[in-house]
């Protein structure tokens, strides 16, 4: 083999080290925002695991100099070919695993009506050529005027007895069509698949072993990605575990989505009238039926979208006639439901879900503790008097030991216009202690916590929590924040980030989506910041409030949340409640012996307490990153292309 030339090699190479390091850093720093950003986050990793932490980023950033192509989180093809290209020992690892499976017959639904040949015959065989066998593809054609389609699909017809081809006499469109493919189906489930996509050779393995794993299961989804003509893969949806209110905003079931076949048939099949939405209304209505742990999500790519002129995957805004229809089905989603609600079409292409409150709202109690801070104080809470169109609610001052007496008369002055109620704690700064406290003396059915560097933008902030937060089962509920400067601040709280925690999104631009969108859209996190959070004051008293003893500072917030998740409910980041937070302009910085070692414990504790969430936050994916807050890809993934124990069964049954 040749060597490359535009390398040096030997002495030469290590001659070019330095060299080589230095643009790798320069590079480095300028794509994670510049020398103070990478600055707070070196100072992260050292209170977060000091000298070691410092230690493995320097040899991953070494790691880098000989794989440049590492220093692009985001490059797919790269990641795809480290994990997630299937080897022959990996195959063999999962075909050793099909004996002990309960082997589901799985139905792979397939309506069709004049695409592309070459497309359709590559959709086949990626069916055809499934590790699992035990399967079956029903096809319906709906009166495809190709001759050639139908000339396919009857030599498909007769060379496999597993394809089953039901021709329609005319044309119905596409939920008619998926009609008449479910017909065929003999399978104990389907799957919805599409005339011109393609299923990776070990989707149905994965969606028979969840089944075998999960008896009681009703619905299987999987993540997803595209494919282009030429074979090159791009735009992965790594989703999130089953997050029904981000199911409300769109159909983050999708592809591959596999349901009981009972259960579809029982909920009236596929409706016409629902084209172009019609799995997401099936999803709806099928979600209706069951239990959220009978929902599974298997963190893999099984499903590849065809990208080409006239896919579905390239239409985006150009059928809206579909996003109507999703439209209507959400809608009526929420009356079978008896959800007083509503769904609109925003104009990106995804809803909003608004709850309607009750027609006597119920008392809000807002707390915000602060030492001093007069301009931050009264900004804080004129913003709220002014611009809160959600007027029944009182404001509970708790004033931590200020000593300036431009501040002291200011919060006088507030207690004697009736604005506020003030409490006196004058204990050494505990955030938990202050705001237990504080609640225990409030007189509101619900508790906003505030802090005082927080400015009110819109008047529908705090209706649009309290909506949320009176919804059954949920617990905490947590506002979109934004810096002044107009980037995102806390977008919801990641369990893991970091070592412990951090904030989804962080910086990025206040317009900027994310992640398939989930810096804008309302969903459930583990976890939200108090610094504007909303919660039932029955439930905040039933889990035990904040903890005051571990976590006077930091992480009381997260610790708090997963504490109202262990107790069944879900937390929710309320992403049209916008409001400014201008951190930490009231707090000093965590540089302090005593400090960095306060922050350390409280470290160790979330790590001891909370081990197992902080290592799978259910609301984000194994496929992304740890290391930063911008939803890039993880390197590794968290997931393993095989599992341990089937590589070990597979050496030891040889």
Request: proline share 5%.
């Given at each position: 083999?040749?060597?490359?030339?535009?390398?040096?090699?030997?002495?030469?190479?290590?001659?070019?080290?330095?060299?080589?390091?230095?643009?790798?850093?320069?590079?480095?720093?300028?794509?994670?925002?510049?020398?103070?950003?990478?600055?707070?986050?070196?100072?992260?990793?050292?209170?977060?695991?000091?000298?070691?932490?410092?230690?493995?980023?320097?040899?991953?950033?070494?790691?880098?100099?000989g794989n440049p192509s590492r220093l692009d989180r985001n490059n797919y093809s790269e990641w795809v070919r480290l994990y997630d290209t299937l080897s022959e020992k990996n195959r063999a690892a999962l075909e050793a695993r099909i004996p002990g499976l309960s082997k589901p017959l799985i139905s792979v639904l397939m309506p069709v009506y004049n695409p592309q040949l070459a497309w359709l015959e590559a959709a086949i065989e990626s069916v055809r050529a499934q590790i699992y066998p035990y399967w079956e593809l029903c096809i319906a054609d709906d009166a495809s005027t190709d001759d050639a389609v139908r000339a396919l699909l009857r030599r498909y017809q007769e060379t496999d007895e597993r394809i089953k081809v039901v021709f329609r006499g005319a044309n119905g469109h596409i939920s008619a069509a998926s009609n008449s493919a479910l017909?065929?189906?003999?399978?104990?489930?389907?799957?919805?698949?599409?005339?011109?996509?393609?299923?990776?050779?070990?989707?149905?393995?994965?969606?028979?072993?969840?089944?075998?794993?999960?008896?009681?299961?009703?619905?299987?989804?999987?993540?997803?990605?595209?494919?282009?003509e030429n074979g090159k893969r791009s735009e992965p949806h790594f989703k999130p575990d089953w997050n029904h209110t981000l199911f409300l905003s769109y159909n983050m079931i999708s592809h591959l989505g596999a349901y009981r076949t009972e259960m579809v048939r029982a909920v009236g099949g596929f409706r016409s009238g629902f084209e172009g939405a019609q799995?997401?209304?099936?999803?709806?209505?099928?979600?209706?039926?069951?239990?959220?742990?009978?929902?599974?999500?298997?963190?893999?790519?099984?499903?590849?979208?065809?990208?080409?002129?006239?896919?579905?995957?390239?239409?985006?805004?150009?059928?809206?006639y579909a996003l109507i229809a999703g439209e209507r089905a959400l809608n009526e989603h929420f009356m079978r439901a008896g959800v007083e609600a509503s769904a609109k079409l925003q104009p990106r292409g995804y809803?909003?879900?608004?709850?309607?409150?009750?027609?006597?709202?119920?008392?809000?109690?807002?707390?915000?503790?602060?030492?001093?801070?007069?301009?931050?104080?009264?900004?804080?809470?004129?913003?709220?008097?002014?611009?809160?169109?959600?007027?029944?609610?009182?404001?509970?001052?708790?004033?931590?030991?200020s000593d300036d007496p431009s501040a002291l008369r200011y919060f006088d002055e507030l207690v004697e216009t009736d604005v506020v109620r003030l409490i006196r704690d004058d204990r050494p700064f505990n955030y938990s202690a202050l705001n237990n406290n504080?609640?225990?003396?409030?007189?509101?059915?619900?508790?906003?916590?505030?802090?005082?560097?927080?400015?009110?933008?819109?008047?529908?902030?705090?209706?649009?929590?309290?909506?949320?937060?009176?919804?059954?089962?949920?617990?905490?509920?947590?506002?979109?924040?934004?810096?002044?400067?107009?980037?995102?601040?806390?977008?919801?709280?990641?369990?893991?980030?970091?070592?412990?925690?951090?904030?989804?999104?962080?910086?990025?631009?206040?317009?900027?989506?994310?992640?398939?969108?989930?810096?804008?859209?309302?969903?459930?996190?583990?976890?939200?910041?108090?610094?504007?959070l909303v919660v039932r004051k029955s439930l905040y008293l039933a889990v035990g409030g904040l903890e005051e003893r571990a976590l006077a500072v930091?992480?009381?917030?997260?610790?708090?949340?997963?504490?109202?998740?262990?107790?069944g409910y879900r937390n929710v980041y309320a992403s049209y409640a916008e409001l400014y937070h201008h951190e930490s302009v009231s707090r000093g910085t965590e540089n302090s012996p005593e400090k960095v070692a306060r922050f350390r414990s409280e470290i160790d504790y979330m790590k001891t307490r909370w081990a197992a969430a902080l290592a799978a936050d259910p609301a984000?994916?194994?496929?992304?990153?740890?290391?930063?807050?911008?939803?890039?890809?993880?390197?590794?993934?968290?997931?393993?292309?095989?599992p341990r124990e089937f590589a070990s069964n597979t050496q030891s049954a040889k």
């Open positions: 083999m040749s060597a490359n030339k535009s390398e040096p090699s030997g002495l030469g190479a290590k001659a070019m080290l330095p060299f080589r390091l230095l643009r790798t850093v320069i590079r480095f720093v300028r794509q994670r925002g510049g020398v103070r950003t990478v600055s707070r986050k070196v100072l992260g990793i050292y209170q977060r695991r000091g000298l070691t932490g410092i230690k493995q980023g320097l040899l991953a950033l070494r790691a880098m100099v017909e065929l189906a003999q399978g104990e489930w389907v799957c919805l698949f599409d005339h011109d996509d393609l299923l990776t050779e070990h989707a149905l393995f994965w969606i028979a072993h969840a089944i075998t794993e999960h008896p009681d299961a009703g619905l299987v989804y999987s993540d997803e990605d595209k494919i282009d799995d997401y209304d099936l999803a709806l209505r099928c979600v209706e039926t069951l239990r959220p742990e009978q929902i599974l999500h298997l963190p893999r790519v099984l499903y590849h979208w065809r990208v080409h002129r006239n896919s579905t995957a390239m239409a985006g805004d150009s059928k809206p809803y909003r879900t608004q709850f309607v409150l009750p027609p006597n709202p119920p008392l809000v109690s807002l707390i915000i503790p602060t030492r001093n801070g007069e301009s931050l104080v009264r900004q804080c809470i004129r913003s709220i008097r002014e611009k809160t169109d959600y007027r029944n609610y009182e404001i509970i001052l708790v004033d931590n030991g504080a609640v225990s003396q409030a007189r509101g059915e619900l508790i906003a916590l505030i802090n005082n560097d927080i400015e009110v933008i819109a008047p529908g902030w705090l209706g649009e929590m309290v909506s949320i937060a009176l919804q059954p089962g949920v617990g905490a509920v947590g506002a979109r924040l934004l810096y002044p400067n107009g980037q995102l601040q806390h977008g919801g709280v990641i369990l893991g980030l970091g070592g412990v925690a951090g904030h989804s999104h962080k910086h990025i631009s206040r317009e900027d989506v994310g992640y398939f969108f989930r810096a804008v859209l309302t969903q459930e996190l583990s976890a939200v910041t108090a610094a504007c930091a992480f009381n917030d997260v610790d708090f949340c997963m504490r109202i998740r262990e107790a984000y994916s194994p496929n992304l990153t740890q290391d930063f807050e911008d939803f890039s890809y993880a390197w590794p993934p968290r997931v393993s292309a095989i």
